[in-house]
């Protein structure tokens, strides 16, 4: 008897789950993160070359490069991300034009992505640009970055064209360091 109570409750528990594969979220907003994906993909497949300007303060560096990283490189993209669950009520939205979406964190939330707007192309429905402004604060730290990724048809395929990421860093103890990167990819 107490075989058959144990197998009943267990039964009844595996009944009350659903072991087929649970269906997908559908995306709220727009797949950044989908998109930039895949762009890393592309230009690691096509060996794209990098030509990056570097300022952090009023050291600048310049470089070009055609083994470049392209996960580091366009990972920051990645942070602007809004397509999560726990994001879902998070920001507001705007369309302008049916070419255009824009989210702004709602009054009240602290989440590191306070506004994203992407812009699409009229032909193509891919993105012409991606910009974004993170920010990150803490009792010890400060960050603020205003990135932008602009796309466009190259040789047939839509891809990266530039990038863009300025902003400072401040420590408690340390004034504000401004920084800024412009990549160009060919």
């Given amino acids: 008897m107490r075989y058959f109570l144990f197998l009943t409750l267990f039964l009844l528990i595996l009944a009350c789950q ?14 950044v993160k989908g998109y930039v994906e895949g762009q890393m993909e592309l230009l690691a497949r096509e060996q794209s070359t990098l030509t990056k300007a570097m300022r952090i303060g009023t050291d600048s560096e310049s470089k070009t490069t055609s083994t470049a990283n392209w996960q580091r490189e366009l990972a920051l993209f990645l942070q602007a ?11 507001l939205i705007a369309r302008p034009d049916s070419l255009t979406y824009e989210y702004t964190l709602q009054p009240g939330e602290d989440l590191p992505v306070r506004y994203l707007r992407v812009e699409l192309d009229k032909s193509q429905g891919q993105p012409v640009y991606i910009e974004a402004k993170l920010l990150t604060e803490n009792k010890l730290y400060q960050s603020e970055k205003q990135i932008l990724l602009r796309s466009g048809e190259v040789a047939g395929k839509w891809q990266v064209q530039s990038y863009q990421v300025k902003g400072y860093q401040e420590l408690a103890m340390t004034d504000r360091k401004p920084f800024e990167i412009t990549a160009k990819i060919n």
Avoid: M, T
């Fill in 18 to 31: 659903n072991p087929a594969k649970e269906q997908e979220e559908v995306a709220v907003y727009y797949d």
């Fill in 81 to 91: 991300d809004i397509n999560k669950p726990a994001y879902r009520l998070s920001y």
